[in-house]
């Protein structure tokens, strides 16, 4: 019989886990320590827990924690890591899967891009992880062990949720992994510390924002219905005016933080008459967008548009109001920038290079 995990449960829930073996129910908390912590790797080193307990507790549980299987280094110092899950899809035959994580050290800071799904079901078109579909929900010990078990765990400044699967698809496991990283029993982290990124799943956006205190960073990408739906499906049924209608209702004036993404296309949505578009749109809220430049995909008809437009579209858009950046690209050369991860071939990708 497998293993429970212990790292993704909560405080209430490892003190449930102690008294239903007949342990103290402060010995949820000592676990809590251990754990999100002190970041141990097996029960057996939790010291202040009897060994007697320490074996009834292994009996059933494990900490949970699985190391990466493969490492891509960039020359640009970003590094593709890949993990394997156990996904929550309830029909699959094979839950064994895998997911991309992007470590992205920039001087003084280091970012982790963490994955909630492998693969994706918004299928938007300039993006390689959905054409590999959707092949199941990552669970929050999933999400979690990819910053648990990053050899640069200690020096992570920042986490992203911008890497396989849209998390308010996922929004139970992704609320669950949020809250331990910035609980007092838990990493204790800032939730300043923590975007979590969507397409615009408008009711569970909407409990996000308020279960959540992260910042939000919503894949805008077009200022219109007619060409995002062109470029992302999702857009049919959950059109970008509804869902700015929805963060005019909250604060981002403070703490927490409002972004834009806005995958620059050449010919397609980098022209003036679109900049004057998304000043319209986002008029009056207080947020930031991000350019960021295409990475080619196969077999989809678009390409980046060049740095003058760039610049030009930054320009325009903060004159008028709205803070504009050029995200600098990382790692494109191991398939790790924005809209590059897949796991589709993965399996047989390790399997060969096990058996060489």
Not at 10 to 25: F, N, Y
Not at 109 to 125: D, I, P, Q
Not at 280 to 288: E, S, T, V, W, Y
Request: net charge neutral.
């Amino acid at each position: 019989m497998k293993k429970k995990s212990l790292l993704g449960m909560t405080l209430a829930e490892l003190k449930d886990v102690a008294t239903s073996l007949g342990m103290p129910a402060f010995t949820g908390g000592q676990m809590a320590k251990w754990i999100y912590g002190n970041h141990v790797r097996t029960i057996d080193e939790m010291t202040n827990i009897s060994k007697a307990n320490r074996a009834r507790l292994a009996e059933s549980y494990e900490v949970g924690c699985t190391a990466p299987i493969d490492a891509q280094h960039s020359k640009d110092g970003t590094i593709k890591y890949l993990f394997p899950v156990q996904t929550t899809r309830p029909d699959d035959s094979q839950p064994v899967k895998f997911v991309e994580t992007v470590y992205i050290p920039d001087d003084d800071r280091a970012t982790l891009c963490v994955s909630c799904e492998v693969g994706c079901k918004m299928n938007c078109l300039f993006c390689q992880t959905g054409k590999q579909g959707f092949e199941g929900y990552l669970t929050a010990a999933d999400i979690l062990n990819q910053i648990y078990s990053l050899p640069e765990v200690d020096k992570l400044t920042n986490v992203v949720y911008m890497g396989q699967g849209e998390p308010m698809d996922n929004l139970d496991n992704v609320l669950r992994s949020t809250e331990i990283l910035t609980a007092d029993y838990g990493w204790a982290w800032s939730p300043k510390r923590i975007t979590v990124s969507s397409v615009g799943i408008k009711d569970k956006l909407k409990r996000f924002i308020e279960e959540s205190d992260c910042h939000v960073a919503i894949s805008l990408h077009a200022p219109n219905h007619e060409l995002r739906a062109e470029l992302m499906p999702a857009e049919k049924g959950m059109p970008i005016e509804d869902i700015v209608e929805l963060l005019r209702n909250y604060d981002f004036a403070h703490q927490r933080r409002l972004s834009f993404e806005y995958i620059v296309f050449g010919g397609v949505n980098d022209t003036p008459a679109h900049a004057r578009q998304i000043v319209k749109l986002l008029k009056g809220l207080d947020c930031r967008i991000n350019l960021i430049r295409f990475h080619q995909i196969p077999d989809v008809p678009l390409h980046g548009t060049d740095e003058r437009k760039m610049e030009e579209l930054r320009d325009y858009l903060t004159a008028h109001g709205i803070f504009t950046t050029i995200r600098a690209s990382r790692g494109q050369d191991i398939f790790a920038a924005c809209g590059l991860l897949s796991t589709s071939k993965k399996i047989g990708a390790i399997r060969h290079k096990e058996e060489r």
